[in-house]
């Protein structure tokens, strides 16, 4: 079953082991305008200093509509449209410190308003524009949003909620229809009100310059705020994971509204001066490769619900494009199967770098670099700068093999630097000390090898076994009929648990007793005896965060008759 994929051409980072040893994060801030003198913030870095310098007039955004019409943004237009936004907002009375929402489709004004917001010293608060009007109003009563940017059709959606939203002075409204309601006002007007010569507030390290709202997807999303010193950790993150360089040109399918879809989707990458292209429209195969092709897209991120589909899919898709262009590719968010590992290989002719984190961590920690060999589902190893492990409950290391808690030394540059309104809930990670506890589990190989078990809710206790739900659905992915699979452990009185699997089937496959025994068989070969699903459900669809996570406790709660819990995270 050990099967190793070796690099396939060099990457930045060339030894990973040397580096790793002696890698220093003072060293690393070195590159920053601050460590000359310039302002302590992170659209001074992302933006700035690019437009002062060389790469003024280099493409910093190609924003493409869903209509497929394409506007571009240069790093000089970068910088006078986020300064002025930042001046617009001052002028509407923001202060630092200040939470201001953006609620906007993936358009250049969403890339706008977040830098903007960040140079002015706010606290940008990027919100899926999928998200319902009961979900904003949480959002916005949680951290008391003082502004909110938005757009004619998603204001309208927030209407049954509008009055509740009292902490709320002004909606900034982006396209027509400034006279929607007292309280919005025109995004145009307040970039035309603003000072194109404005200058980035000088920040400290620990002063969050973000919010972010996790996925949900075991319990209430929390309000996690990242500090302005998470720059350090989002370039390194950028060069040595993503492997960025100077003619690439970047697309990070997340969403904003997810820390992928900032961490490296936009603060990352242009601290190194990438071009980026970001796309409005929803998923669908054919785009995704036309808008590969048609930008020439070097590198991608994307996650592994979006290569399930891209899969599911059928070759014939990229068989049409020319993806010729793509040299580097990274998933993040899930665990990625070993099934999609092999497909990247096979049909995209590309390896696939799974890499860990979370929105709490700020940047990805573990991964699987460019230089070495990838063991398909496995996440890799820390990022050098990063120091990992597998701890007990008493904070004891454990040797390898043997499953526990996920855990960090204290003090990575993104670490969040609170959980906004619940400092009891921050204090729980670092509740073993020298620890920071991810709350998921795994275990290391004899290699320094990480692989994911589960978020520590998920794991099933089954005949006394630990089992994690991602090597059974793993194992399910690889039969031919199956397109997906959410995997949860159901109490029963002789076994503890056992396995129940929910599964989507493939196109042209129709569910039946014997198709249902031959995944059964299928699966028990693969894996240990205790693992194979005592109980397959075929499914149409399985319950997902926004960001496109299964949600196995929703599965579970259905499956037990349970209250659902908070699932205003839930897709529909
Ligand atoms: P919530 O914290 O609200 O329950 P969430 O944990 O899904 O939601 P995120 O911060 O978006 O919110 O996701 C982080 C989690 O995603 C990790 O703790 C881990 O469980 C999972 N994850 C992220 N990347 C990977 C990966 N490469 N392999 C396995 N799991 C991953
Ligand atoms: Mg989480």
């Keep these: ?129 999928a998200l319902g009007p ?51 006002v025109n995004f145009g007007e307040v970039l035309a009100s603003g000072d194109p010569g404005y200058q980035a507030t000088n920040m400290a390290p620990t002063d969050p310059y973000i919010i972010h709202y996790t996925s949900g997807s075991t319990g209430k999303p929390k309000g996690i705020l990242l500090g302005h010193r998470a720059m350090v950790q989002q370039l390194m993150a950028c060069r040595y994971v993503v492997d960025l360089r100077e003619d690439d040109t970047y697309w990070c399918t997340a969403d904003p509204g997810w820390v992928t879809g900032t961490s490296v989707g936009i603060f990352g990458p242009w601290y190194l001066g990438t071009t980026l292209v970001s796309y409005e429209g929803r998923f669908n195969a054919h785009t995704w490769y036309s808008i590969m092709e048609q930008f020439k897209v070097t590198v991608w991120f994307t996650a592994p619900t979006a290569l399930r589909m891209l899969m599911k899919a059928g070759d014939g898709a990229i068989a049409e494009h020319d993806l010729s262009s793509l040299r580097h590719i990274c998933s993040a968010g899930e665990p990625l199967n070993p099934e999609v590992v092999r497909w990247g290989l096979k049909s995209l002719g590309r390896r696939i770098h799974d890499n860990w984190w979370q929105t709490e961590t700020g940047a990805p920690c573990i991964s699987n670099f460019k230089c070495m060999d990838i063991r398909p589902g496995s996440m890799g190893k820390p990022i050098p700068g990063v120091v990992a492990s597998i701890v007990d409950e008493n904070g004891e290391e454990v040797p390898p093999g043997t499953y526990g808690f996920l855990a960090l030394r204290p003090g990575w540059p993104s670490m969040m630097i609170n959980i906004w309104r619940n400092t009891p809930k921050f204090k729980e990670y670092f509740d073993i000390p020298g620890w920071y506890i991810s709350g998921d589990q795994a275990y290391k190989d004899e290699d320094g090898y990480f692989w994911f078990l589960g978020r520590a809710d998920d794991v099933i206790k089954t005949s006394g ?60 070969t693969r894996l240990a005896y205790y693992a194979y699903p005592r109980e397959i459900e075929f499914v149409d669809s399985l319950p997902k965060t926004r960001s496109g996570k299964i949600m196995r406790r929703v599965l579970k709660a259905r499956e037990l008759g349970q209250p659902l819990g908070d699932v205003t995270m839930m897709d529909d």
């Design 465 to 524: 076994e630990r089992l994690g739900p991602f090597e059974v659905e793993s194992a399910l992915i690889e039969h031919p009929a199956v397109a997906e699979a959410g995997v949860i452990g159901k109490p029963d009185e002789l076994r503890g648990e056992i396995v129940k699997a929910f599964i989507i089937l493939r196109p042209g496959f129709t569910p039946s007793e014997k198709l249902m025994d031959d995944i059964t068989q299928f699966v028990k």
């Design 134 to 184: 009961e979900a904003f109003k949480d959002r916005a009563l949680d951290c008391g949003a003082r502004f909110v940017v938005t757009s004619p059709y998603l204001y309208k959606r927030l209407e049954p909620v509008l009055d509740d939203l009292v902490d709320v002075d002004k909606f900034i409204i982006v396209g027509d229809g400034s006279d929607l309601g007292e309280r919005t």
């Design 1 to 129: 079953m050990e099967h190793r994929i070796p690099p396939d051409e060099p990457g930045i980072l060339t030894d990973y082991e040397r580096t790793y040893r002696e890698f220093n994060w003072t060293s690393a801030a070195e590159e920053f305008d601050w460590s000359r003198g310039g302002p302590y913030n992170v659209a001074a870095e992302a933006i700035d200093r690019h437009a002062v310098g060389w790469r003024r007039n280099k493409i910093a955004l190609f924003s493409v509509k869903a209509s497929g019409d394409v506007s571009k943004y240069t790093f000089g237009e970068m910088a006078d449209l986020t300064a002025r936004f930042a001046s617009g907002l001052e002028k509407l009375g923001a202060v630092k410190g200040d939470r201001i929402f953006v609620f906007l489709d993936r358009t250049s004004e969403l890339y706008v308003a977040i830098v903007g917001i960040t140079k002015m010293g706010g606290i940008a608060g990027p919100l899926f524009s």
